[in-house]
């Protein structure tokens, strides 16, 4: 693993998205002093498509929603990218996910789906990407989404 946040999306195959533009009344980023709140993000694809649409336990499997949450940090981290100018060697750390898991009530593997958006911040950002993090399952999401994650990150 490289240092370098972008080359490490490089070796990983992944392109960052343009950001998504808010959809409501609020904005996709704030930064107060050297923290950056990123907005919830759902799975889009490069496509500014959902390919995974549904509910965890019903219509969506737990190997698909993880993939989903993969997408939402992804668009998290294109968010971060847009936030500082392209230069994401001025992430200090990622603090935290909170992420939201749409699944049957009976459903207890939100950790695991969330793994793939902590995975993915580990494998950018190295040690910097360790982070806290809430993964809570919850009965609808936006646009009928199964993964939805917002982040907390210290910046330089």
Do not use: W
């Not at 981290?77 to 500082?84: H, T």
């Amino acid at each position: 693993m490289s240092n370098s946040p972008k080359e490490n999306l490089e070796k990983a195959g992944i392109t960052l998205p343009t950001p998504v533009a808010p959809v409501a009344n609020y904005v996709t980023y704030v930064q107060t002093g050297n923290i950056l709140s990123v907005s919830g993000q759902l799975p889009l694809n490069n496509e500014g498509k959902l390919p995974y649409v549904g509910k965890v336990g019903l219509n969506v499997t737990p190997e698909e929603a993880n993939k989903a949450a993969r997408l939402c940090a992804i668009n998290i981290i294109s968010q971060i990218n847009a936030a500082l100018g392209g230069d994401l060697n001025r992430v200090v750390r990622i603090i935290k996910l909170g992420a939201f898991v749409n699944c049957v009530d009976s459903f207890p593997g939100q950790p695991a789906i969330v793994n793939g958006a902590s995975d993915l911040m580990v494998e950018v950002f190295g040690d910097k990407g360790k982070h806290s993090r809430s993964a809570v399952g919850t009965n609808a999401l936006p646009l009928n989404v199964p993964v939805e994650i917002d982040a907390l990150i210290e910046i330089s």
